[in-house]
């Protein structure tokens, strides 16, 4: 687990991530925490996406999502985590979402960090990446607020142009 001020970050086994694919009570069950019905905007298919990733591979363990719970509230606010373990070369990519009723009060930042301190934690890791939409919105400025770089301007068939992130260790 990652814990930062106001967050627990709950890394995800099988079990977590299946019962969060069955729905709300079943995740609020298995987690003993607070589930509001709009909790994530990645939907269904990242969890699931994720829950493949770790059956096939033990090695993935810790690399893919984390919930995190709003220690006050003891809620579960969003999502986030890495699409994988660290390449060869040591990259990681993060992501995070928060739930709309819990924005604009620096939780993706901080949920941000949790994840790149995490990361750096692995010797491994020697540059965590990011992706986000081609225009100035919140996650870009949760980016510039963690030290992230903005290094390349990509044009994605599905979602048009999109700016890669970078941060080194």
């Not at 006050?72 to 709309?100: A, C, R, W």
């Not at 607020?145 to 890669?164: A, E, L, R, S």
Request: net charge neutral.
């Amino acid at each position: 687990m990652i814990e930062t001020q106001n967050l627990k970050l709950i890394p995800c086994d099988t079990e977590i991530l299946k019962s969060a694919i069955q729905g709300n009570e079943a995740i609020a069950a298995k987690l003993n925490v607070i589930v509001q019905n709009n909790w994530t905007e990645f939907g269904i298919s990242a969890l699931q996406y994720s829950l493949d990733r770790l059956i096939e591979s033990e090695e993935e363990k810790n690399w893919w999502t984390y919930f995190p719970i709003y220690k006050q509230d003891n809620k579960l606010i969003g999502s986030g985590g890495y699409k994988g373990k660290p390449t060869i070369e040591g990259t990681v990519e993060i992501g995070y979402e928060i739930t709309p009723d819990y924005r604009n009060r620096g939780i993706a930042t901080e949920m941000t960090k949790g994840l790149i301190q995490n990361a750096f934690n692995d010797s491994r890791v020697k540059l965590i990446i990011a992706h986000t939409l081609g225009f100035e919105n919140p996650s870009t400025k949760v980016l510039l607020k963690c030290g992230f770089t903005k290094t390349q301007k990509i044009n994605d068939p599905n979602d048009g142009v999109i700016w890669k992130w970078e941060l080194k260790n």
